[in-house]
């Protein structure tokens, strides 16, 4: 039977198709430390799981309003209006199972075929895989090692036009952990101003961070109208299982995206709603203990990576991200692209990072190398972790193996 045309235009996330591939090699008895997916390794904290057994016994197993239940909106409200310090009604959250959803629902609902829509590069792969999905054009805008993994305000000017519909905005940033400065932001707004922009700001990271503030462009001027704000409990409450997150946006489109909501998912899990309801309500200990063991693993993994012979690594100011220069490495071994030394790292060194390609696609400005290691991992994880890498990427043996299994794969 025939498949519809646009389905060829949908891309996916690879992280997901690295933890197949994890999970295979450990059913076959190998052992590998990941570091490739984005999530805390702590377990969901005890009061969240308490208040969803609590909701499963008081029945909340049914059918809510598709945009999220009354109490949850009204909390949401009321917490994004006082760490960004805008004000917010409960009619302008939308409750969605997962971030996602707010990308997907945002460019069906406000980018028409032919727009197009900037995004980060590296970037989250379903920025780009959605703008292609809605018929849009995909312009990227590169983040700048030299910048702290941030973006050039200058080239951002340079790639708007009358075509343009959308910017997304992701700080702090996957894959790098970098944060857009203030001053920066106050730029993108008045672009976004002056030119009637929508503007999509992903911060779903916004309480992971070290050594600066994550600003919301929602506090300039004229930017609460056109601003979408991301946000959800995957990454702050160790709860990406869960699939809580919400948007916030001016009232008018939540309507639609309420509408959407309604003819793809009915609702968001009604239980799961009140232990994220809890989450945001109870003491904020468990997320503080967090962001301090991510402080910690984060120092020990630049450090570590840093003495490896061929790698670059800054130090990320948010998320729980590394993204270090593996350029030099690539090239005393021989390696075509990070690609291969991401295969490389998990066949023969036992360890699960991510390759630049999973974060965008390149062109030929893109010449440097680079991974991204997920630090969620323990401590003594890390430790081996960066044992392993250093210890295979200095056995020719093993790099000699590897690249004539791959030149025998391609004949």
């Avoid at 969240?48 to 309003?65: M, S, V």
């Avoid at 999905?133 to 951002?156: C, Q, T």
């Avoid at 503007?199 to 600003?215: N, P």
Wanted: proline fraction near 5%; hydrophobic fraction near 40%; glycine fraction near 8%.
């Amino acid at each position: 039977m025939k498949l519809a045309s646009r389905l060829s235009r949908l891309g996916t996330e690879t992280a997901f198709e690295v933890l197949a591939q994890v999970t295979e090699l450990r059913a076959q008895g190998k052992n590998i430390i990941a570091l490739s997916i984005g999530e805390p390794a702590c377990d969901t904290a005890k009061h969240i799981k308490d208040a969803a057994k609590k909701a499963l016994d008081e029945g909340h197993t049914h059918y809510g309003p598709s945009a999220g239940l009354p109490d949850f909106r009204k909390v949401i409200a009321e917490y994004v209006a006082n760490t960004r310090a805008i004000p917010v009604k409960p009619s302008e959250v939308v409750v969605v199972p997962g971030g996602k959803p707010v990308i997907f629902f945002s460019m069906l609902a406000c980018v028409e075929e032919g727009d197009e829509v900037i995004y980060p590069l590296p970037g989250y792969p379903i920025y780009e895989s959605m703008i292609n999905f809605v018929g849009a054009k995909p312009v990227p805008i590169r983040l700048k090692e030299e910048k702290g993994f941030s973006f050039d305000v200058n080239e951002l000017k340079s790639l708007v036009t009358k075509k343009t519909k959308m910017i997304v905005i992701n700080s702090p940033q996957n894959p790098t952990g970098g944060i857009v400065p203030k001053s920066d932001l106050e730029v993108v707004a008045d672009l976004a101003v002056k030119n009637n922009i929508w503007v999509l700001s992903d911060e779903i990271y916004t309480r992971i961070v070290y050594d600066a503030k994550a600003e919301s462009i929602s506090q300039f001027p004229g930017m609460k109208e056109r601003t979408i704000i991301l946000d959800g409990h995957s990454k702050t409450y160790a709860m990406t299982g869960w699939r809580v997150g919400y948007g916030v946006m001016p009232e008018d489109l939540a309507v639609h995206v309420g509408r959407l909501m309604t003819n793809s998912n009915s609702c968001t899990a009604t239980f799961t709603q009140h232990a994220a309801m809890t989450a945001l309500l109870a003491p904020q200990d468990s997320v503080d203990e967090m962001v301090r063991e991510f402080r910690s693993n984060r120092d020990l993994i630049v450090d570590g990576l840093n003495r490896i012979d061929g790698f670059f690594c800054l130090k990320p100011q948010g998320a729980f991200y590394v993204y270090p220069n593996a350029t030099r490495v690539c090239r005393r071994l021989g390696f075509g692209s990070s690609k291969d030394l991401q295969q490389f790292l998990l066949y023969k060194g036992g360890v699960a990072v991510l390759g630049q390609h999973c974060f965008g696609a390149r062109g030929p400005e893109d010449t440097e190398e680079y991974i991204r290691l997920s630090y969620v991992s323990s401590e003594k994880d890390i430790r081996e972790a960066l044992k392993r890498i250093e210890t295979a990427l200095s056995d020719g043996r093993l790099v000699e193996e590897f690249l004539s299994e791959q030149k025998a794969a391609k004949t």
